[in-house]
């Protein structure tokens, strides 16, 4: 990893993650040693996008390190509605603060932000590209629960165009991790993603049924099934009922399966789960305000 | 009182008003004794409607603690808009957040909201519901002007449709105040609410015209009548115009009369009374402040 | 200048212009010695229009000082909505902010805000009024790349509309500077301003054509010209065209010609211009910060 900023989950390597995941650790534990450690630092948080836990989880973790935020507000509200380049606004931005959190639905927006200034540029996600804290704290979820000796992990739902499930899938690779990807056949993950994975040494074994599998599982990450993906309203509804988790299923996994989503869910967790051990995705969501502060404390 | 969260001003006892209110005037007379008793705390900001004064009251009082807030932003901005429950957003949030203020459209969406979390949770009005923290600094201003003692209160305007107004009555039961309601015939206090105040032992007045009673009053409580509650516009003219304070009625009042009302205002009172001794609304609403920073002090 | 407050840049004395810039100046080369001065202080930030840079400068220039803010947010999430009237919003406010920044898109709003409150009132624009701190950070950038004496300046553009160069020319006949005009002829610098120019001791001169003065210039001060000014399309893009600043030609220019513009730009200067030294535009902005720091610190 370039210590300066981070665009993709691909930049970094095996003894990156475990790093920002070890200081993780080691702030969770003892959020108190960490609080005044950034009073005079500020971020600027750019979310040219809508977003909720990934906003306000920065913004979090940025006040947790005794720092504050800047922010751009929305869309609506800015420059950008003048006809700015994005390449302007981060160079007008940098100089008001230390570090830069970029949302933006263009594929390749952080790294071409990153280009045009000095100060660190963290991706917050680009439009189908990267967002790699959701990684990292995927991958902090994974570890506290699982570790990643032996793992098996099934990934299901929308694998075509979820971005998360991608970067995730080829993290893992670092892990030796046994990946299983369940998913009807038209959400299938793309073949570009399949030959990377193959690539990076991955065994990439691909289900359409759940059943087939689960008994095998360590840890089931479940994503969220768009309708807007389906022009047919009847062939989504069958499609969503047959990839949606419930506790009748669940009798067939391991006692201590972790069961991981990124959030925001729908219906593919039944909330009956919510109370059982298995759920795991609100302590994800949580996980996210330890990770970050981990990499802004590394970075500022 | 429950001393973790604050739904509804119905669960305050005269003890808990009392207590609240008390550190309230401690806080106001010496806010710098506590400037920095909040250093480490995080409020999380929950408005799924548009606020001014409640919300910008609450993010003021938490930094004159020291703390700082973290806001969802617009519901325009937010996961709510991708189908997400209330009960996952705010499940979320506690992981980041010590508090919650959440201001929600539906009825008995805070109360909802506190049973799904471990944090604090405190409404800032649901809907039709409750808004408690606006009775609070509703009755230290009514307590810092007139006092409770051998208290006569009129109450006017909408008194069928405001949730503010319904709070405060309920609230005044325990101090034995004098209560008079001042409405046209359409916008009368709902029999529900009556039975409510009959039942905690009030006597309730209800009058059509406010000079038959403006000269007992030693505070005048004033809403604004809505007009979009009319179908006929000239209806609502004629209504807006005969519930509407000016310095020639308040001939008839007494001199220290106090003139309160929970803003935004729009014709209700004429700005002529804005300069005299009689408004006290300007103060009501900086009151929200020692009183949003007394509770917040004694919840985190 | 009144030291409580900032409606308008003609207020300022060469003087009081001196005083900030001063400050500014020092509070640039070692931030650290204010960066806690103003730990307990509030600043609201009250923006009725959108607006990018010089929101988040105020906030960021004030979190710098180790204060906090308060914003008001967007008027479609406020209770502005509501009919509530500029003058009771800012009454309100004063109850929780030691001073308030203002945007409204009515001129003179600013001056009757601060006739209302007993805080402090910085205009951070009015309509077609005043936008005070803007020439500040114009001056600012001028001292600190060119200096005032002997200074030679070309003002370009939309100098019709533009309140920024309306402010901007009127502050610089305190330092004597020699001011020139370029604009097309429909874009002229309207007739009352040349008067106040030529009552405050300036010479004007005004040209249709960059090429006849640019040798001559220390700073060339450039603005957008807007689409919406012309009914024609391409009027616009022909006048567009030969009001853009590119390299080739500013072969004619000094070698340390300073070149300036407020932002945001769309095609006025060649992109190939932001890498040369005559770019100072991003320095400009950056420096929005430390003059309103050193604003703020004299104000609160």
Known sequence: MRHDYLISAKQLSRGDIEAVLDRAAEIADDPGAVAHSHDNDLLGLLFFEPSTRTKMSF?????RLGGDTVDMGSVESSSVKKG???ADTVRVIEGYTDAIVLRHPSEGAAKLASEFVDVPVINAGDGAGQHPTQTLLDLYTIRENAGFDDLTIGIMGDLKYGRTVHSL???????????HFISPESLRLPRSVRYDLHEAGAQVREHTDIENVLEALDVLYVTRIQRERFPDENEYRQIAGEY?????????????????????????????IDETEYATYFEQAHNGVPVRMALLDSIL
Chains 1, 2, 3 share one sequence.
């Open 169 to 179: 899938a080829h993290a893992l690779t670092n892990f030796d991790a046994s990946q």
């Open 244 to 272: 949606r988790i419930d506790a009748e299923l669940l009798e067939q996994a391991k006692d201590d399966l972790t069961v991981m989503h990124p959030l925001p869910r729908v219906d593919e967790i039944a909330p009956e």
């Open 84 to 86: 700015e380049s994005l």
């Open 59 to 63: 913004d979090t973790a940025m006040k």
